[in-house]
């Protein structure tokens, strides 16, 4: 069973619109928690990283959340634009080793 | 400051032929990784080096080799390719543990 399940799979959504992706996860003991952005046909680029005592985190447009009680995060984008458009992939790391479980990805489509 | 950089970009191979793709990274990072992706799943590592001279197996080794030719530089060959081996490979690396992860570009690989 994947340690770390993102949804949705994938959503269509209007410039400058807002959405939220859904993040849960299984890893323990917790590290952190990383949202990464994936362009297509690119590698992935950090978005945020949270430690278990941080429940929000923002860069710019983008705002993420951890309830680690819950095992939960969510990304949430403000007003979206062209360029989101991408995949967004939730990454846990566990104390005590190099490993980090990722997510498959929430693919995002943003339309004029 | 290239960050990560991998080549080739794209590679054809026919079945049983051997290749290697090459990684360097320019951020004195200790740790690198080699992670493949599929359609419809998360990033799998493949084999990371926690540092210079060391290299450890990741949850889908079979079939690939590494070099950690030094503190730069980390390659992954395939010595005899099969069409299972066809996905998108990405080098990463990080500074210490199981922090930021920095991505290379990725090398789209199809083997026939």
């Known amino acids: 069973k994947n340690q770390v399940e993102q949804s949705p799979q994938s959503l269509i959504i209007l410039e400058g619109k807002n959405c939220t992706l859904q993040?849960?996860?299984?890893?323990?003991?917790?590290?952190?928690l990383r949202w990464y952005k994936q362009d297509t046909g690119r590698g992935p680029v950090s978005l945020t990283i949270m430690t278990f005592s941080e429940n929000t985190k923002s860069n710019g447009r983008y705002t993420a959340t951890l309830d680690a009680d819950t095992k939960q995060s969510s990304l949430h984008i403000t007003a979206s634009q062209l360029s989101d458009s991408a995949s967004y992939i939730c990454v846990v790391s566990a104390s005590g080793n190099n490993r980090l479980a990722f997510g498959k990805g929430n693919q995002v489509v943003v339309i004029p | 400051n290239a960050g990560v950089t991998q080549t080739p970009k794209f590679q054809v191979l026919k079945t049983g032929q051997s290749m290697t793709l090459q990684c360097a990274q320019d951020?004195?990072?200790?740790?690198m990784y080699w992670y493949r992706q599929d359609p419809g799943m998360g990033l799998r590592l493949i084999y990371y080096?926690?540092?210079?001279?060391?290299?450890d197996k990741g949850e889908v080794p079979n079939g690939y080799n590494v070099s950690r030719l030094n503190k730069r530089e980390f390659s992954l060959r395939l010595e005899s390719a099969a069409p299972s081996q066809t996905s998108v490979y990405f080098c990463a690396s990080s500074g210490q543990g199981a922090g930021e992860q920095y991505f290379g570009p990725g090398t789209r690989l199809t083997v026939t």
């Open positions: 993040c849960n996860y299984t890893v323990s003991p917790f590290s952190n």
């Open positions: 080096s926690a540092s210079e001279g060391t290299t």
């Open positions: 951020m004195n990072h200790n740790s």
